[in-house]
């Protein structure tokens, strides 16, 4: 069984960057497609991009400009980089695995809460 689990600094002041690690067990992040998606408070889920089995990168066209997501294949752990934060970036964190389909995530993390304050 895959299982993800995110990992982050909880606490993050604006300008700054945000940066979350999600570490993979139960299958390679050399196979399939790995997500980074997030919630802010009362809104809805947001995909924020993805990393593919061979490294390629894909990303929302509204957090592009300030968003990285890479690979340590070797840790078997993909990354997320969010820069120059604000507090509107507040949310719950996820990385999940791509289901049985494009647009469908078959395994979460179990989320990391991120909250950008001063």
């Known amino acids: 069984q895959v299982q993800l689990q995110e990992s982050g600094p909880g606490l993050v002041k604006p300008s700054q960057t945000l940066s979350l690690t999600c570490t993979v067990s139960?299958?390679?992040?050399?196979?399939?497609?790995w997500n980074w998606i997030r919630q802010p408070p009362g809104k809805g889920l947001e995909w924020m991009g993805a990393?593919?089995?061979?490294?390629?990168?894909y990303y929302s066209p509204s957090l592009k400009s300030r968003t990285s997501i890479f690979r340590d294949t070797s840790k078997n752990q993909f990354s997320l980089q969010l820069m120059s934060v604000i507090p509107e970036d507040t949310a719950v964190y996820y990385c999940?695995?791509?289901?049985?389909?494009?647009?469908?995530?078959?395994?979460w993390g179990q989320g990391t809460q991120e909250t950008v304050s001063s």
């Open positions: 990393i593919a089995y061979d490294g390629s990168t």
């Open positions: 139960g299958g390679s992040i050399t196979t399939s497609y």
């Open positions: 999940a695995r791509q289901g049985d389909g494009t647009w469908t995530f078959g395994s």
